[in-house]
């Protein structure tokens, strides 16, 4: 299976830099909640958020900001972004199945998210 950080890297890192955005993610409390208000979409994670050009950058924004990443490249091209966000979610999804499955036996909810999120850094590099 390839890793979530193998697929950032090769379909998003290596884009020119002109064809990229730096975002820069809060700090998350957990939940998340995607809105689209009449300025646009915006991601939630309780009342921190981030301004989106759409739902797909929405989502995309998600998978990273879940995993814990504070700073994430973005495609500008609309098209490529949502070429590539179904199998970045498919990535995502398998992976939280994997980490759900072997953090199971950890009783304290604190440090199950404290592991999750240390596994997350390691496979997003």
């Known amino acids: ?3 979530i950080g193998a697929y950032y890297r090769e379909e998003v890192l290596s884009l020119p ?3 990229l955005i730096e975002v820069e993610l809060p700090r998350s409390s957990g939940e998340f ?3 689209k208000d009449l300025f646009g979409w915006k991601l939630y994670s309780g009342d921190n958020f981030v301004e989106c050009r ?3 950058e929405a ?3 998600l998978v990273f900001w ?3 990443m504070r700073n994430v490249m973005v ?3 609309e098209e490529y972004l949502k070429k590539i966000l179904p199998e970045l979610e498919r990535l995502k999804k398998r992976t939280d199945e994997i980490i759900e499955k072997h953090l199971r ?3 304290n909810p604190r440090l199950r998210e404290q592991v999750r999120r240390e596994v997350y850094m390691e496979i997003t590099k």
């Open 105 to 107: 036996a950890l009783r």
């Open 66 to 68: 879940d995993a814990g």
């Open 1 to 3: 299976m390839k890793r």
């Open 59 to 61: 989502r995309y924004l």
């Open 17 to 19: 830099q002109e064809m």
């Open 75 to 77: 495609p500008k091209e």
């Open 33 to 35: 909640k995607i809105i």
């Open 54 to 56: 759409s739902e797909e």
